[in-house]
C-alpha cells in the first residue's frame, strides 16, 4: 500500500530555498489560470494570457517599489495614499507594454508599435479599468502580507509564552527544592546521634530522591512510574522518623505508571499530610495514595487519617510553600483544564485531589506493549 507523506507538517516552517522556488511556481500557475479564465470571455487564450502576465510582471514591481515606501506599515492610510500616482504610472506602463507585446509577438511579423493606439486606449477607459486591476492586486498583496505577519506575530507570541511557562516553572522548582531537603534533612539529622546506621539509610534515600529532582528539572513531566519511585524515597525518610507508626497504602493500576504528571507534584500533599495530619496523632499513621482514570483526566489522590483541617481553612488563605507551590504549577503547566482540592475526608483527616488531562509516554503512544496490552485488558 503506497502511503504519501506530506512535504512539510502542519506548524512547520518551510526552509528559505524551497520558498525560493514554490513561490514563483506558484504566481505562475496563479496569473495563468487568471489568463486561461479571461480567454474564456472571448479574448483569446494569447490575448488572455499575455494580459494578465503582464500584470504579473507588474505586480513582481508594486511589491518592489512598496518595500522601499518610508512609511510604516501601521500607517496604512498614509501608504495607500502614496499608491495613488503609483497606480496611475502602473496602469499606463500596462499600456505601453501591451501595446510593444502585441506589435512584437500578436500580430504576425513583429512591426513598430501604434503609439496612437496608446490615446485611443486612454480615452477608451483603459486607465480607469487599468487602475482597477492595480488596486485589487494591491488589495491581494496587502492582505496576505497582513496575515503573514499576523501568523509570525502569533509564532513569537506563542514561542514567549511558552519560555515565560518554562520560566515560571523552573523558578518554582527552585522554591520547591530548598523547602523539601530542608525538612528532610532536619529529620534526618535527629537520627545522626542516635542512630547513625538509620541516618545513613536515609541519606542514601535522600540522595535518590534529589538525583531524581536534577534529572527531572528540564523536563515539564515525568511518568507516573517514576513519581511513584520518588515519593518511595521520600517516605521511607519519613517512615524512619516515624518508627513503623506510619502506614502506606498504594492504589496505582499498572495501567496508569506511563501516565505524564509533573516531576514531585505529590510530595508536597505527602509532605502537608504527614507534617499536618499525622505528626500529632498518638497512633499509628494512614495514607492512601491512589491514582485512576475520570474521564479523559488522571486523578490523583493523597488521603490521610490524621487529625484533619483546623475550623475556617480555607485552600486560598491558608496553604502554605508546598501546596501554593503545588497549586501554582498546575495552573502554569495545565491552565483550566485541571482540578486541585483540599477537603476534609469523609471518615475524618484530609484528602487532596489533582485532576489533570490524562497523557501517556511516548512507549505507549506508538503501541508499547505494557500499556496497550493492560488497557485492553481493563476494558
Known amino acids: 500500500m503506497l502511503t504519501v507523506m506530506p512535504l512539510f507538517r502542519s506548524g512547520e516552517r518551510i526552509p528559505a530555498r524551497t520558498h525560493r522556488v514554490i513561490l514563483p511556481l506558484g504566481l505562475l500557475l496563479l496569473w495563468t489560470a487568471v489568463g486561461l479564465l479571461f480567454a474564456t470571455a472571448g479574448a483569446g487564450v494569447t490575448h488572455g494570457l499575455a494580459t494578465w502576465y503582464t500584470w504579473g510582471v507588474l505586480a513582481w514591481a508594486m511589491v518592489l517599489v512598496d518595500r522601499r515606501l518610508h512609511v510604516p506599515q501601521e500607517r496604512l ?14 496602469a499606463l506602463v500596462y499600456l505601453c507594454l501591451l501595446l510593444l507585446i502585441d506589435a512584437a509577438f500578436l500580430q504576425g511579423a513583429p512591426h513598430a508599435p501604434d503609439w496612437g493606439l496608446l490615446g485611443d486606449a486612454i480615452r477608451g477607459g483603459g486607465v480607469q479599468w487599468n487602475l482597477l486591476n492595480y488596486w485589487l492586486i494591491l488589495g491581494a498583496y496587502l492582505a496576505f502580507n497582513y496575515h503573514r505577519e499576523v501568523q509570525e506575530r502569533r509564532r513569537r ?9 518554562q520560566a515560571r516553572l523552573s523558578a518554582l522548582r527552585a522554591q520547591l527544592h530548598p523547602h523539601f531537603l530542608f525538612n528532610a534533612l532536619n529529620t534526618v539529622s535527629a537520627y545522626v546521634e542516635s542512630d547513625a546506621q538509620r541516618a545513613r539509610a536515609m541519606l ?17 513531566e515525568v511518568s507516573l512510574a517514576e513519581e511513584i519511585e520518588a515519593i518511595h524515597h521520600y517516605l521511607s525518610i519519613q517512615g524512619a522518623r516515624f518508627a513503623g507508626r506510619l502506614r502506606i497504602h498504594l492504589d496505582v493500576p499498572n495501567d496508569l505508571l506511563d501516565a505524564r504528571v509533573p516531576g514531585l507534584v505529590l510530595q508536597p500533599l505527602l509532605e502537608n499530610a504527614i507534617t499536618h495530619g499525622l505528626s500529632g496523632l498518638p497512633g499509628a499513621g494512614e495514607i492512601r495514595v491512589s491514582a485512576r482514570e475520570h474521564g479523559k483526566d488522571l486523578e490523583l489522590t493523597v488521603a490521610d487519617n490524621g487529625v484533619g483541617l483546623p475550623a475556617g481553612w480555607n485552600l486560598d488563605r491558608n496553604a502554605g510553600i508546598g501546596l501554593s507551590n503545588t497549586r501554582s504549577r498546575l495552573a502554569e503547566t ?7 482540592s483540599i477537603l476534609p475526608g469523609t471518615g475524618g483527616g484530609v484528602v487532596a485531589e489533582i485532576r489533570i488531562p ?14 496497550k496490552a493492560a488497557r485492553a485488558d481493563r476494558r
Open 77 to 90: 492610510g498614509a501608504r495607500l495614499l502614496c499608491h495613488v500616482p503609483l497606480s496611475l504610472m502602473f
Open 157 to 165: 507570541a506563542e514561542h514567549l509564552e511558552s519560555l515565560l511557562t
Open 204 to 220: 542514601g534515600h535522600l540522595g535518590d530522591l534529589l538525583r531524581f529532582s536534577l534529572d527531572s528539572e528540564d523536563r515539564r
Open 334 to 340: 495545565y491552565g483550566a483544564a485541571h482540578h486541585f
Open 358 to 371: 490524562c497523557k501517556f509516554s511516548a512507549s505507549e503512544d506508538h503501541g508499547g506493549d505494557r500499556g
